[in-house]
């Protein structure tokens, strides 16, 4: 038997997933605010309940995420993109690139069948290929960030934007609701803008299928969509995208367990 | 000499009270930099080779060597600056002169360059213009005169713009390295730049001094290629101190930089016979490559390279700030004076590697050269490090990329700008990048 824990540092978001054997037993995460090691120990503690389990069982804690030095528990680290692609392949046996696109940051990573990455690729330093561009353009539009996604679905077409950058975008945004164009043409025009950074991004680095998306953006059907279009590819997406870091984690501390990962 | 009441058509009036302050504010920045830097290095390697003591003091900007030339000014020697490593050092050194590089390694002193240009230029090149602007770097302000090759767009106009300040000399390089006419003008470029040198210190050139300079400078070669020589085996140095050697030989007096580096060598053999590595012998083994990074403030990445969890180690560049610098000879068959005129000629032009050529085959010459050395220097990975503005080296790097894939040698892009606030972001990548390294490596 054996428990490991990993935990995932993301900037907005502190997420923990604990396995068992290979099995996903619990998962839990919380708002990383001001203390992010008080909010990873929150959610540990959640996470150990939700599995019933002590923390005196877990064999191995790793930690990932940007801000992965301030972990608690944890005896090891992982990088971002090493956790994608061992939580991809996990997750789709089938996996080869596995897209990640977060609140601040995105990122592609090709793997292998056991999946060790081997090559990766991060957006420019500029929040125009992340979840952030999202809710600084719902707050524009007005609509609630989990609305943006169903509501781009009823567009009748795209109306180009640009996402070079959140304050530029915003302003976009904001003549296009002086033209009128209606708030699905918008929303949709959001996501295409965001999905077109995303592809050029991927074909930089290549794209080898399957295709997996993950993060807490792989959650908004409307981003989805926009992807699909843009590369032309079936993407798989998992069940709770956004605990593949913590996922991969969990995966690296039961390898270390075992010894083949140092 | 330049009238020094000519109108200027860049660089805007400071007030000198201004120039001052920003001088002394910057120059403080730098001395801690320096010591840090250093003292980081230390700490990489408890067992620094001791002979890298020399080198450390001589990498004060502001010390010994600064002194040293300063002296010899005094005693009426001239001083010759130049950008990019297209300058013929045989020749300044056969006229007399000193030689001493003079790009901008200064993070601080771009916001002064940004008076000037927009932020889109590339750093160095705004940071050569602040620190003009300021009187930031010795060497700089002791030269008499600085040849300026004309290779990128941001040469080009940097030429121009620090002509309000300083005496500059253009050398044009041909963009197609492979035909008559280039080599033809280049050497015309080399005899002109030869009457300048002569003009401006009064010293012929003999076929004499010039046959001891190019000697000179062979010997240097010579102790330069032992050093990477010693870095193809289990790592004996770190990266980091090998370029810092590589780059003292910029600015210091070459013969004694060639005894010391000897001595440095003598001491890593020893090393090497005692197996006393400077890190595991299987830390994996990144090669660098693109836009030149220059002692001090510029040290960013080879330090979070060689500071990573896991940490890594720089066995290797294809840098015009590094390897490059010393790497090629000049090959003489005959000692007269066209002869070497000749062979100085084709070593500036044939043996660089710089992404401001192209051929019908594109920059071939330093993609062969890059996977030579990723072989012969058994690196595990390439980092192709850019700062952005840095068109040439961003442009090549599609191409290079694909000639890597080919080999399955993993390579990674960094971009990255003068400032030390993306330090975080870049960490995170290179520690990814070496990750992955470690990973490839152990299965």
Redo the contacts between chains.
């Keep these: 038997m054996v428990t490991t824990a990993g935990i995932d540092m993301g900037i907005q978001t502190v997420k923990i997933v604990i396995l068992k054997d290979g099995e996903v037993v619990a998962r839990a995460k919380a708002f990383s605010g001001f203390e992010p090691t008080k909010a990873a120990e929150q959610a540990y503690a959640e996470a150990l309940s939700a599995a019933k389990i002590s923390s005196e069982e877990v064999s191995n804690v790793s930690a990932t995420g940007?801000g992965m030095d301030m972990a608690p528990y944890a005896s090891g680290?992982?990088?971002?993109?090493?956790a994608d692609a061992k939580a991809g392949v996990f997750l789709f046996p089938s996996a080869r690139t596995v897209i990640d696109v977060g609140a601040e940051e995105a990122r592609a990573v090709k793997c292998d069948e056991?999946g060790?990455?081997?090559?990766?690729?991060?957006n420019?330093?500029c929040a125009a290929g992340a979840g952030a561009f999202i809710e600084a353009m719902a707050r524009a539009l007005e609509v609630k960030m989990e609305d943006m996604g169903p509501l781009s679905l009823k567009a009748k077409r795209a109306s180009p934007i640009n996402a070079t950058c959140v304050i530029f975008g915003e302003s976009d945004v904001v003549s296009l609701i002086h033209r009128q164009e209606s708030k699905p043409e918008i929303a949709r025009a959001v996501f295409d803008a965001m999905a077109d950074r995303i592809s050029s991004m991927v074909h930089?680095l290549?794209i080898n299928p399957d295709v997996v998306l993950v993060g807490g953006v792989a959650k908004d059907v409307g981003f989805i969509e926009s992807l699909k279009r843009k590369l032309g590819l079936t993407i798989l997406v998992p069940e709770h995208p956004e605990y593949a870091g913590a996922l991969g984690a969990s995966l690296t501390a039961a390898s270390r367990v075992k010894g083949d990962h140092? | 000499m330049k009238s020094q009441t000519a109108e200027k058509k860049y660089l805007p009036e400071m007030p000198q009270k201004e120039i001052d302050e920003a001088n002394a504010s910057v120059k403080s920045t730098s001395e801690k930099i320096m010591v840090d830097n250093i003292e980081r290095m230390k700490k990489t390697d408890p067992n620094r080779p001791a002979a890298m003591k020399y080198f450390d003091d001589i990498s004060n900007f502001f010390g010994q060597r600064k002194e040293e030339i300063e002296a010899e000014k005094a005693k009426g020697r001239k001083v010759i600056g130049y950008f990019c490593i297209f300058a013929p050092i045989e020749l300044i050194l056969a006229a007399d002169a000193i030689p001493v590089r003079v790009n901008s390694g200064w993070y601080d002193t771009s916001k002064f360059g940004d008076r000037v240009v927009p932020v889109e230029v590339c750093p160095v090149i705004r940071s050569t213009i602040g620190a003009k602007m300021i009187g930031l770097s010795p060497y700089l302000e002791l030269s008499d005169a600085v040849i300026s090759t004309l290779t990128c767009d941001g040469m080009t106009k940097l030429s121009e713009i620090l002509s309000d300040a300083t005496q500059i000399w253009t050398m044009t390089p041909p963009r197609v390295k492979d035909s008559a006419q280039s080599l033809h003008l280049w050497k015309e470029e080399i005899k002109s730049i030869k009457t300048q040198i002569e003009k401006l210190t009064g010293n012929k050139i003999t076929a004499k001094k010039l046959k001891a300079a190019i000697e000179t400078m062979q010997k240097a070669t010579k102790a330069f290629r032992r050093l990477q020589e010693l870095r193809k085996g289990n790592p004996v140095i770190m990266g980091r101190d090998a370029m810092l050697v590589n780059q003292m030989s910029l600015w210091d007096d070459i013969t004694r930089w060639i005894q010391k580096t000897e001595a440095l060598c003598d001491e890593l053999e020893k090393r090497a016979a005692q197996k006393a590595w400077a890190c595991p012998p299987d830390t994996p083994r990144v090669i660098v490559t693109g836009t030149p990074m220059f002692w001090p403030d510029n040290w960013k990445l080879p330090s979070l390279v060689e500071e990573a969890?896991?940490q890594g180690v720089l066995v290797g560049d294809e840098l015009c700030s590094g390897d490059r610098i010393l790497y090629d000879p000049v090959g003489i068959d005959e000692w007269t004076m066209d002869d070497m005129i000749n062979g100085i000629a084709e070593r500036y032009l044939m043996a660089s590697t710089c992404p401001c050529f192209t051929s019908q085959d594109g920059n071939e010459d330093r993609i062969n050269w890059l996977i030579t050395k990723v072989k012969e220097n058994n690196a595990n990975g390439v980092i192709y490090y850019v700062v952005r503005g840095c068109m040439l080296y961003a442009m090549e790097y599609?191409r290079v990329k694909r000639a890597l894939?080919k080999l399955s040698i993993?390579v990674?892009?960094l971009?990255t700008e003068y400032t030390r606030e993306?330090v975080?972001?870049m960490k995170?990548?290179v520690?990814?990048?070496l990750?992955?390294l470690?990973?490839?490596v152990?299965?």
Excluded: H, L, N, W
């Design positions: 940007s680290t992982v990088s971002m993109m090493g056991r060790i990455m081997m090559d990766f690729v991060v420019e330093r930089r290549g140092k | 969890t896991p599609a894939d993993p990674y892009y971009d993306d975080g972001q995170t990548r520690e990814a990048f990750e992955m470690s990973a490839r152990d299965f």
